[in-house]
């Protein structure tokens, strides 16, 4: 069993950055992928990011949005920048052991979610 809980979100102009970060519990913690999802009001949850010994990124966070992983402390990051008002949305933190990371099924726990609203 993986507890996620997120935090970090908040409000922001346009333009301007967020760190969100996600402590995981567990022993296992290095042996999962580790993923950021989104989903904002009457939208359907999406990839953002994730993170094994490879990062990956939707192609609408590509060059704003950096995953990144501390196994020693057990949380994983996501630094956004540049933040448009399209990026306003719920954010969650999954982890899972598989090869379907851009997918919401290939992840068997989530955190609550946090949220991210940027303003124009």
């Known amino acids: 069993q993986v507890r996620l809980v997120e935090s970090g979100g908040g409000f922001v102009q346009a333009g301007g950055s967020l760190r969100l970060s996600c402590a995981a519990s567990?022993?296992?913690?290095?042996?999962?992928?580790m993923g950021w999802f989104r989903q904002a009001p009457g939208k359907e949850r999406e990839f953002v990011a994730a993170i094994t010994g490879n990062t990956y990124y939707a192609d609408s966070v590509k060059g704003r949005f950096i995953i990144s992983r501390d196994n020693a402390e057990n949380t994983v990051y996501l630094q956004m920048n540049s933040l448009k008002p399209e990026d306003t949305a719920v954010y969650y933190c999954?982890?899972?052991?598989?090869?379907?990371?851009?997918?919401?099924?290939?992840?068997?726990?989530w955190g609550q979610g946090t949220q991210v609203t940027v303003s124009s």
């Open positions: 999954a982890a899972g052991r598989t090869a379907w990371i851009k997918t919401t099924t290939g992840y068997n726990y």
């Open positions: 567990g022993r296992t913690f290095s042996s999962y992928a």
